[in-house]
């Protein structure tokens, strides 16, 4: 039999949506207002589209806005922020088109977590679509740094996310996570991205060399539900002076963030390492951003927003698209 050419039906897995709309409703983290989506089934090809006060605006990263402690997008002056975990979902279960309809300046925070969205995207139902999903594949490396914090993103089979933090403190330690959706990356590809950083590199290591399992779109309760989705905001209870000054975490309490005092953490972890783990969740919401499904390996050292942000549009600027 003839090999099928690149973009064809036959190579590439189908897109998927959503079979009906579900809505999800709750407070802004930063700005505590009483926010909302529906989320809705779109078309082939759609992608992921917010829509607030009649503005659509794509998910990509070209509508990427300037917003501190979140990810956040713009299109005419409309913005819509804290993007990630609702991002991350989405991701995470395998959908490439929904219409997102926005009420208000937020996504609501729920429990701090893309648990919500995750369960609630499947109660309404993953179905398969004709077209061939677009793939991103990156062909040479991309490194974004800033001091000792880096995202660095490397050619592999599939997509696995991976984070390290060492806040240096007593409930703050070195950890890490990794979760890979297809294949695991290779042992020379782990050496090459551990031994190039310092930070948590052992933790790393031993994360990427036996990360979490990867999902089916069509599986009820996918591992990435049980392992990534649930991990949750945090912060330490010394930076919220500084949060609050910004005029941020006006919607912030001790249902949807973990708050890590000397003494210990505000709610018991879900995880002994889910400040990684959520790290992981973050930069998988940001990832989502560069159009399409992700063929790299992507380790996020000591980063944040502004770091996942910019190796996504370095990304997007380099890889192949197909499909």
């Keep these: 039999m003839a090999s099928s050419p690149p973009g064809s039906f036959a190579r590439l897995p189908r897109q998927h949506t959503i079979s009906r709309p579900v809505t999800l409703a709750g407070t802004g983290l930063h700005t505590g207002r009483a926010v909302s989506v529906r989320l809705l089934p779109a078309a082939e090809d759609n992608g992921i589209v917010f829509i607030r006060d009649g503005t659509a605006i794509p998910a990509r990263v070209e509508q990427i806005d ?21 991002l991350a979902a989405v991701a995470g279960v395998g959908i490439d088109n929904l219409r997102v309809e926005v009420e208000g300046p937020e ?26 999903i677009r793939r991103i594949t990156l062909h040479e490396p991309v490194w974004v740094s800033d001091g000792d914090r880096h995202v660095i993103a490397v050619p592999a089979d599939g997509l696995t996310v991976a984070a390290g933090v060492d806040y240096g403190r007593e409930h703050g330690r070195a950890q890490a996570y990794a979760y890979a959706f297809d294949r695991p990356p290779t042992p020379h590809l782990v050496s090459l991205v551990t031994t190039s950083v310092g930070g948590p590199a052992e933790e ?4 990427l060399h036996a990360p979490a399992g990867a999902i089916v779109p069509e599986d009820p309760e ?9 991990a949750r905001t945090f912060c330490f209870a010394d930076w919220i002076p500084a949060i609050q000054a910004a005029g941020l975490g006006g919607g912030g309490s001790l249902a949807n963030t ?9 709610t018991p972890l879900r995880f002994a390492n889910e400040l990684a783990r959520h790290k992981a969740l973050d930069l998988l919401g940001d990832l989502a951003l560069v159009g399409g499904r992700l063929n790299a390996c992507v380790v996020a050292i000591k980063a944040g927003h502004a770091l996942h942000l910019a190796a996504a549009e370095q990304i997007r600027r380099q890889a192949d698209v197909e499909g």
């Design 66 to 86: 300037v917003s501190p402690r979140c990810s956040a997008l713009a299109n005419r002056g409309t913005q819509v922020m804290t993007v990630e975990h609702l």
């Design 204 to 207: 790393l290591a031993a994360a």
């Design 107 to 132: 996504i609501p925070a729920m429990d701090g977590s893309a648990l919500p969205f995750a369960r609630a995207l499947l109660r309404a139902g993953i179905v398969p679509q004709e077209a061939p």
């Design 258 to 266: 973990i708050v890590l005092f000397d003494e210990g953490p505000s």
């Design 222 to 230: 996918p591992p990435f539900v049980r392992e990534l989705a649930p």
